[in-house]
Each structure stands twice: as C-alpha cells, then as structure tokens.
C-alpha cells in the first residue's frame, strides 16, 4: 500500500496524528476539512486527498469522526505500539534526544545508550543505561532494540553500520551528517539540520 501513496502525504500524516490529538483533548468530536486544512496550514481538497489514500473516513455535513481517525493514523504510523530504541553516541545530541519526552509519548521507549567514552559508560540517564560501544551488536540483540539513532561524528558511520547489519535492526533515524540509502530491510531516514536551516533561509531570503 506505501509503494503508491506519495511521500509526501506520508510526511503529513504525522501533522494529521498531531492535530487530531490536539482537537481530542479539546473534546471536539468532528472537525471538517476545511479547519482541519486551516490548522495545519493546507487547503481542504489537500486534506481530503491525503486521507482518502487510506480510506472513507468522512461523512458528508460532519465531517472527519476525531477519536477513529486519530487511532487509525497511529496505526497506519506505527505508533499504536512501542518501539524499543537506543542511541548510539552519548554527546550534546545524544543526551539531549534521550532526555526528550516526546519520544516515549510516541511509543518510542530509549533504552539504551551506547558510547565509546569511559566517562559516561555506565552512567544511567533516568531509566536508561550507557553501555561501552564495543558491546552495541549484543545489547542490542539482549534488548531486542528494533529503532536506533546515530548521532556519532559521520567518520565512524561506516564501523558503526558494519555492526548494525549484524543486529537485525528495522530502522536508523541518521543525525550523523552523511547521507545514507536503505539497506536491504533496513529502512533509514537521514536527519540533516543544517540543511533544515538552509530550507528555513531559502523562505526568508525568497518570501
């Protein structure tokens, strides 16, 4: 079903999943297209689109049912469930993306830290425990860790996937500054800030 369905509109059910659960906790039972389109900042016929690709979820002079559809994205998302996750590079990065509650809020529960630093090996943030590098492939097969995300200078990457191919790992979420392909059923997304930054810029150079 993925194969056919435009990255793009991928990339805005997680704006979808956002706002449904802001409208949940605001006790709204339908919303329309047309203000679901103006909360996020789309055009109604986009939003319409967008979610006919998954099915007919709304009713004609009601509008989108908030509680289903809510479950329903977060089930086409992935986040009905929990994901066992671990970071690999315990810096600024690291730290701060392990401490970020937003994650576990998701469904992604950090429970490993790795790192090649004798100063933080052993160290427990909260519930989660920084073990030695060299230990990653049998953590991460003890922990049955499914997610990692590198934050590790992009130099190491290359020792850092010969290891994870060994793991059975399912997905990467790649701070490392160095673009890198999918790997057989390693599905990977590459996070470049400063690229984000030059995108922000373009606007404000271009608007």
């Known amino acids: 079903m993925l194969k056919k369905i435009p990255i793009s ?3 805005r059910l997680s704006l979808y999943l956002k706002c ?3 409208l949940h906790i605001e006790s709204v039972e339908y919303v329309s297209s047309e203000d679901l389109a103006e909360r996020i900042g789309l055009n109604a016929a986009q939003v319409r689109k967008d979610l006919a690709f998954f099915g007919q979820f709304g009713r004609r002079g009601v509008g989108y049912n908030i509680v289903s559809l809510k479950e329903e994205i977060s089930k086409i ?3 009905h469930k929990s ?5 690999i590079g315990m810096g600024n990065l690291g730290s701060a993306l392990t401490m970020y509650t937003g994650f576990r809020a998701k469904g992604f529960n950090i429970v490993a830290g790795f790192d090649v630093s004798t100063d933080k090996i052993g160290w427990e943030i909260d519930t989660l ?3 030695d ?3 990653l492939e049998k953590v991460i097969k003890k922990e049955k860790i499914e997610i990692v995300i590198i934050t590790t200078p992009k130099e190491v990457l290359a020792d850092v996937m010969a290891k994870l191919r060994k793991t059975g790992i399912k997905g990467i979420l790649n701070f490392a500054g160095k673009y890198m392909k999918n790997e057989g059923n390693i599905i990977i997304r590459n996070v470049d800030l400063g690229q984000e930054m030059e995108q922000l810029t373009f606007f404000l150079t271009n608007k």
């Open 83 to 87: 994901w066992k996750t671990a970071v």
């Open 77 to 79: 998302l992935g986040t």
């Open 133 to 135: 590098y060299q230990d």
């Open 129 to 131: 425990k920084i073990y």
């Open 9 to 11: 509109t991928v990339s």
């Open 20 to 22: 449904f659960t802001e």
